[in-house]
């Protein structure tokens, strides 16, 4: 079983060259999502293992940060010294067919991607306070932080899959 997010003890302060490395790692979550769905069908997708969300809602979780991801960036640029809180309960995807959960994920993803890349210099050094973790963070803590995120819930997404072919 995999350390719950919140109880992640996480560190930031990186410097803007590290962007790259972490927008790689936003712009293949798509593909390793599609991978890890391939060939299993849309019900066991939809299925909440334990009261928690299914492969289905993990994947619209990530689409929905996008959004937030992208709304705080525009915080820290402009000046917001608070970004916006998170959305923890994603909407009900389990009567969507995965290829538009996944759609929904993509152009989420493509538009997170395209605002971090259109930064400038100065912008990546802008910071906001991150309202749950108390911390100050730049464009670059964020890209990190939503790629750690992606992570957490691809590991879920591999736990459900194997809980449920058991």
Do not use: C
Not at 58 to 83: F, Q, S, W, Y
């Amino acid at each position: 079983m995999a350390l719950p997010w919140f109880e992640r003890n996480l560190k930031f302060g990186y410097t803007a060259e590290m962007l790259p490395y972490f927008l790689e790692r936003l712009s293949g979550t798509v593909i390793r999502v599609e991978q890890k769905v391939r060939g299993i069908n849309d019900k066991m997708l939809s299925e909440k293992l334990n009261g928690k969300w299914s492969v289905k809602e993990n994947i619209g979780h990530l689409a929905e940060v996008d959004g937030i991801g992208n709304k705080r960036v525009d915080e820290m640029t402009a000046g917001i010294p608070i970004m916006s809180p998170a959305v923890f309960e994603p909407k009900d995807y389990s009567t969507w067919p995965i290829e538009k959960v996944i759609d929904l994920l993509r152009k989420s993803r493509t538009e997170n991607i395209r605002k971090y890349q259109t930064l400038t210099e100065g912008q990546l050094q802008k910071s906001s306070l991150h309202p749950r973790l108390k911390v100050q963070m730049t464009p670059v803590d964020l890209a990190w932080f939503d790629a750690e995120h992606d992570d957490h819930h691809l590991v879920r997404i591999n736990e459900i899959i194997s809980a449920l072919n058991s």
